[in-house]
C-alpha cells in the first residue's frame, strides 16, 4: 500500500542494527524527550500550551496563515531571549541557566511546531503527530530515522501525522528521535560553553537560538501543508 499502509513492514534488517526497545537507554532518551516536546504542547507552569496560542494568533489574524507568520515570530523573539539569558551571566549562571535553556528551547520549539500543525488542520494531541512534530526537530536526521524504520516513499511529516504506522515502525522512529535529540542536547550544552563571557555570551547565546528556531519553523512550515 502506501506511505503507511497496514500492510506495509518495517525493515527487519534496518531494526537488527538497532538496539533493543527495552533498552534503559533507550526507554530514557525517549521518555525525556517525549516528556519535553508534551511540555511544549500541553503547556507546564508559565508556559502556556499551542492550543491557547493558536488561539491568540487566530483571534488577532485573519488567515490562518497570517497567524502562522505571527506564532513562528513570537517564538524566534522568545528564543533570542532565552539564549540571551543563558549566556549575559557568564560562567557563574551557567550551571544552572545552560540546562534551563536547552529545554527550554526544544520545548519552545516543540510548541511552535505543533502551533503551526494545528493552524493547518492537524490534530497535536494523536501520537502519530507528535511523532512527527519530534521529527521536525531533527531536520536531515529524520529521514534516516524514517529508512531504519522501513518507512520508505514520498510525502511529509504532514503524511506520517495522518497515518496509521506499523507499531513496530513506530517503536523504531521513537525510539531514533530520543536518542538523536538526547545526543543534540548535550552538543548543545558542550557547544554553548562559549557563552562564558558576560554579555558577550548573552549576544552569541541569542544569535544561535535563534538561527536554530528559524531552521525548525522552516521545517516545519514545509512539512506540514494545509489539510
Known sequence: MGWFGKDEEPDRTAQETEPEDTSYAARVSVAMVRKIVDFGIDGVGPLHSASDMVAVARAEHDSAEA?????VKTHVKLAAVGGFAT???GLITMPVALPANVVGFYALAARMAAGV???RGYDSDTD???TALMLTLLGADADDILRKAGVTGGGTMGRLAVSRVPRAAAMVINK???FRVATRLGARTLASLGRAVPLAGGVIGAGLDTYL???IAGAVREEFAEV
Open 176 to 178: 531514533g528521535v530520543g
Open 67 to 71: 497567524a502562522v507568520e505571527a506564532l
Open 87 to 89: 549566556g549575559v551571566g
Open 213 to 215: 528556531m528559524r531552521r
Open 128 to 130: 502519530q503527530t507528535r
Open 117 to 119: 500543525a494545528e493552524l
